[in-house]
C-alpha cells in the first residue's frame, strides 16, 4: 500500500492549495478516504473524509465553507481544496484509509504573510 500526498507548500493568508493523495496497493474505489492535520505541539487532528464513491463528506467546524475534500476514483486519488487560508491551517497534512488506517507520508502546509 502507498499513500503519496502532494501539494503543500508555502501560501500567504487568504490563498488558496490544493493537496493531492495518490493511492496504490489497495482497492481504492472500496474505501472511505480522510484528510488529517498535525501542527507543531498539538495532536492530529481529522479535518475532513469522503465516502468511497464519494457522495458523503463531513468536515472539521475549523474548515467548514473554506475546504472541501473530494475523490476522482479513476485515478485513485483524493484531493483537499483548502481555500481563505489561515496562519492557523498551518500543519503536515496526511491522507488515511478509513478502516484500514493507512497512513501517508504527509506534505507541509505553511500559511504566513
Known amino acids: 500500500v502507498q499513500l503519496v500526498e502532494s501539494g503543500g507548500g508555502l501560501v500567504q493568508p487568504g490563498g488558496s492549495l490544493r493537496l493531492s493523495c495518490a493511492a496504490s496497493g489497495f482497492t481504492f474505489s472500496s474505501y472511505g478516504m480522510s484528510w488529517y492535520r498535525q501542527a507543531p505541539g498539538k495532536e492530529r487532528e481529522l479535518v475532513a473524509g469522503i465516502s468511497s464513491a464519494g457522495d458523503s463528506t463531513n468536515y472539521a467546524d475549523s474548515v467548514k465553507g473554506r475546504f472541501t475534500i473530494f475523490r476522482l476514483n479513476y485515478k485513485n486519488t483524493v484531493y483537499l481544496q483548502m481555500n481563505s487560508l489561515k496562519p492557523e491551517d498551518t500543519a503536515v497534512y496526511y491522507c488515511?484509509?478509513?478502516?484500514?488506517?493507512?497512513w501517508g507520508q504527509g506534505t507541509q502546509v505553511t500559511v504566513s504573510s
Open positions: 488515511r484509509v478509513q478502516v484500514k488506517g493507512y
